[in-house]
């Protein structure tokens, strides 16, 4: 089953906007399985090494930028 943005404000009150894409189903996970997050929202950086400091996030959050893992090919 499918979770949605749902718009409850505009004038068609509650249309399906966008499919919400969990953490576990998004694309910008590290491909060894962790979930570690590269996206926008909580990429960090370690300047003193020069590389991404680890971003963990639980399987069930999400944010605005979660593209499906399924969506990377282009």
């Known amino acids: 089953m499918a979770e949605y943005v749902v718009d409850l404000y505009s004038e068609h009150d509650g249309v399906r906007c966008e499919p919400i894409v969990r953490c576990r189903d998004c694309a910008s996970v590290c491909e060894d399985g962790t979930l570690d997050c590269h996206g926008p929202l909580v990429q960090t950086w370690d300047y003193w090494n020069d590389e991404p400091l680890r971003n963990f996030?639980?399987?069930?959050?999400?944010?605005?930028?979660g593209k499906p893992k399924e969506d990377t090919d282009g």
């Open 57 to 65: 996030v639980p399987p069930y959050g999400f944010c605005a930028w």
